[in-house]
Each structure stands twice: as structure tokens, then as C-alpha cells.
């Protein structure tokens, strides 16, 4: 029989097995053998730059990750109703890095089931169903989250009960970047939704936001957003979940997690979290108050049979004291703006670049066919992420209308990193695409 490459075989079995379970990256999807640090390697041996992946915090392979997991794997792994260490030891960590009153953990194993957990909770100790979110958003999968992601609930139908606000984007919304207070504006429009429906009898349960708007465009909340937003939520008993699902854990570098960029103020009621959480093992968590954790179940019988196992405990903990040891969070936000400059800095010399903005290590760079009109240049962008793989180097668009490039590289990019993907991203502007 003819020899068949293992990515055709690999390819072949997906078709039969996981039609349109598991869709891959790219038109000629890569065959990825191993990866170290910020860089990948496919079966052939070839290489490429790691700028689309925010779920390896620290890095590919990073050796005290890889340690943590495999003791604990050789020492004890179990279902959660023993009492080991790592469990309580990973949950003060990990509360210690927000702020006070956040001290429950509900450890679960995807950030799909840690906004689900909030959701549910918020719904019973208000009494109330409507929940209130901003427009584009992605929550996750399971039933009721969907229910609350405009990309997925499009293909159905919106919920009654979903209220989506306008995506606050200072690029192309109402509110533009020239306008200082556009932070209070978009919000404005969050508390009217408020009120809006506490007019029609039916208050919301929740606001349930993103830190930094993935779904929605790499959108930085505009200074000034959440804070008000707090204040008049807890005006009117409606409770905040902020989904740190994406931004968590460093990664915007101004600050540990991404509400807390925008002011003291802003303390929500429940934080979710999963991703990079565990640098790819799959671990989440959702925090909340012991005053909302005692209420919603008096007798504690929340049970996840992974949430919380040892070894995601242990993962989660060497991964806490990496980010801090080798100055994570600082790399973020140094090298994110160097990043950031030095994309802004091609913005001269090519009109497609619309708009280049992020925070820390996770950023946008917006592609437009016309500057004025800033029509998406949708199939452009795409064909940019082909052509930027062609020279190895890796990242993928996002956003309502695909344009923009998502780039979120492991918290260890170097400047020389970001020289090599913005020289990649000017040469395949240059030659054309
Ligand atoms: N929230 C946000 C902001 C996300 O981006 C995602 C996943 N892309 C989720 C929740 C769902 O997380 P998971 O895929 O782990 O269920």
C-alpha cells in the first residue's frame, strides 16, 4: 500500500470520528509534535513562535510545571473528599491574589462550568433570572452559558432573559478613544439596562462581564467603565460576575486580574478563572464570598469529582509561585507595550492596520480595507495568519467580523520575540497577501 503522511491518517480519523467536534487552525492544519517555552515544533521538525496561546501561561513544557504534576501524579491523585494539603494550601495562594471577601473556592474543571456555578448561584440567592451581558461575548459552552454568548445563542435564538449591552470599543462604537469619557457613557447604557428592567418588573440576577473583550475584538474596557457599573449593581442587588476566564493570572500586567485594572472600586461578587490557570492542565475556578457561598448551599453539597484533584491543586500552585518567581506579570506589561509599539509603529507604512490596542501580553490589531469607512478586512486577515505561519510564526484572528489579530503569547516573550513577529507581520504586509 502507498505510504500516507500521519497528518493524512490523523486527518482522516478526525473526519470519521470528530467531524465537527474538534475543528483545527488553518488550511493546511499542522501536525504539532512538541513545544518549548514560546516556540512550537510540527512533525517535521519545523518551528514556529507561539503568539496565540492563552491557555500556556508560562511558557511550553515549563520544567517546575512538568515536576509539580508528575510527583503529585506518582504520589496521590483522588477524588476530592480526602483531605490533602495542596487542596487548602492552593486555595489560600490563590484567594490571597484578590481582593478581601473573595475567600470561597469552588474549584471545577472548565471555565464553561465555573460560569455556569456563578450563574446558577446568582439566579438563586436573587430570585431573579434576567441576566445582564455586553454584546459579542463568549462565556462557554454548557446550556445555560451559552444562553448567555451572543455567538453561540445567534445560531438559536436569544434567551428572553439575555440583555446584551452595547461591546464598549472606543475603534468603532458610539464613544471613540477621542472622547474622554466614554467609559461613563457605555456604562451608562449597562446601569439604563438596569433600570429598564426593574421598570418592567423583572430586575436582572446578574452583570456578567469580561475583563478585556476577547469575543468581542481584543477590546480594552475604556478607563472608567466598571466602577460605576459596580456601584449601581450593588444599588440594585444585582450581583457582578467578572470572567477572568481569558485575561486572569498576569496576563494584562498593570495587575493580577484584569477588573482590577480598572480601579479599587471595582470588587465583583463572583470571579471565574480557568485556562491558564494550569498553564493546559485542564483546571478552573469560580470565587465568591462566604456570605454567597453559605447562602446558596447551607450544607455544602457542591461536589466536583476532578475540581480541585490533587494534581490540578499542585500544578495550580507551582504555576502561582512561577509567575511571581520569574516576574511573569512585569514581563507582560513591559514587553506587551514594546509589543504594542512596535506594531503601532508599522501602522505608518501600511493602511490595512486599523487599529493596534490590548493590555499587557493581549492585544488587537485590527486589519480595515478602508481607514475611513473601516470596513472589516475580514478574508485579509485570515490570509495574514496563513502567510504568518508560512514564516513560523503563529497566531489567529477573532472578533465579530474575523478581522483582528488575537495575539495573547505566553507570558515569557521576549523583546526579541516581539521583534520577530512584528518583522514576520510587516514583511507579509510588504509582499502582499
Ligand atoms: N469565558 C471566556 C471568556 C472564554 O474565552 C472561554 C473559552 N474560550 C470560556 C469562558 C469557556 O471556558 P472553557 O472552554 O474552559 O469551558
Redesign the pocket.
Known amino acids: 500500500t502507498a505510504w500516507t503522511p500521519a497528518i493524512d491518517k490523523a486527518l482522516e480519523a478526525r473526519r470519521k470520528h470528530l467531524p465537527n467536534t474538534h475543528p483545527t487552525y488553518f488550511a493546511d492544519p499542522i501536525a504539532m509534535a512538541r513545544a518549548r517555552d514560546c516556540l512550537f515544533y510540527d512533525e517535521r521538525g519545523l518551528s514556529y513562535l507561539d503568539a496565540l496561546n492563552n491557555v500556556t501561561l508560562l511558557g511550553h513544557g515549563h520544567p517546575r510545571l512538568v515536576d509539580a504534576a508528575t510527583r503529585q501524579l506518582g504520589r496521590l491523585n483522588t477524588n476530592t473528599r480526602f483531605v490533602y494539603d495542596t487542596l487548602t494550601e492552593y486555595a489560600e495562594r490563590l484567594t490571597a491574589t484578590l481582593p478581601d471577601g473573595l475567600d470561597v473556592v469552588y474549584f471545577v474543571n472548565?471555565?464553561?462550568?465555573a460560569?455556569d456555578l456563578a450563574l446558577r448561584m446568582a439566579r438563586f440567592l436573587t430570585k431573579r433570572d434576567d441576566i445582564v451581558i455586553i454584546d459579542d461575548a463568549?462565556?462557554?459552552?454548557t446550556t445555560v452559558v451559552a444562553d448567555v454568548s451572543p455567538s453561540r445563542y445567534r445560531n438559536y435564538g436569544k434567551p428572553d432573559t439575555t440583555h446584551p449591552t452595547p461591546v464598549p470599543d472606543r475603534y468603532r462604537g458610539a464613544y471613540g478613544y477621542d472622547d474622554a469619557d466614554a467609559g461613563a457613557k457605555y456604562a451608562q447604557h449597562v446601569i439604563d439596562t438596569f433600570d429598564r428592567l426593574a421598570a418592567e418588573g423583572r430586575p436582572p440576577a446578574a452583570f456578567l462581564y469580561?475583563s478585556l473583550l476577547?469575543g468581542g475584538g481584543q477590546v480594552v474596557l475604556p478607563p472608567g467603565y466598571l466602577e460605576p457599573i459596580t456601584a449601581a449593581a450593588a444599588e440594585r442587588g444585582v450581583l457582578t460576575i467578572a470572567?477572568e476566564?481569558?485575561v486572569g493570572f498576569g496576563r494584562l500586567g498593570e495587575a493580577f486580574w484584569g477588573f482590577q485594572t480598572q480601579g479599587p472600586g471595582v470588587v465583583p461578587d463572583f470571579v471565574t478563572m480557568?485556562?491558564a490557570m494550569g498553564n493546559g492542565f485542564p483546571m478552573?475556578a469560580m470565587v465568591t464570598t462566604r456570605e454567597i457561598s453559605r447562602a446558596f448551599d447551607p450544607a455544602g453539597r457542591f461536589f466536583s469529582t476532578y475540581g480541585g484533584n490533587p494534581v490540578a491543586c499542585a500544578v495550580g500552585l507551582e504555576l502561582l509561585e512561577v509567575v511571581a518567581d520569574e516576574g511573569l506579570q512585569h514581563n507582560a506589561l513591559v514587553v506587551g507595550q514594546y509589543l504594542r509599539d512596535r506594531l503601532a509603529g508599522l501602522a505608518d507604512r501600511h493602511p490595512l492596520i486599523g487599529d493596534v490596542r490590548g493590555q499587557g501580553f493581549y492585544s488587537g490589531v485590527e486589519f480595515v480595507r478602508d481607514r475611513e469607512t473601516k470596513e472589516p478586512a475580514s478574508e485579509e486577515t485570515l490570509t495574514i495568519c496563513e502567510r504568518l505561519k508560512d514564516r513560523g510564526v503563529l497566531v489567529y484572528p477573532t472578533g465579530p467580523s474575523w478581522n483582528i489579530l488575537k495575539l495573547k503569547p505566553p507570558l515569557t516573550f521576549t523583546r526579541g520575540h516581539a521583534d520577530e513577529f512584528t518583522d514576520a507581520l510587516d514583511a507579509v504586509l510588504e509582499t502582499g497577501w
Open positions: 472548565s471555565g464553561s462550568e460560569n463568549y462565556h462557554g459552552y469580561e476577547a470572567d476566564v481569558q480557568g485556562k478552573a
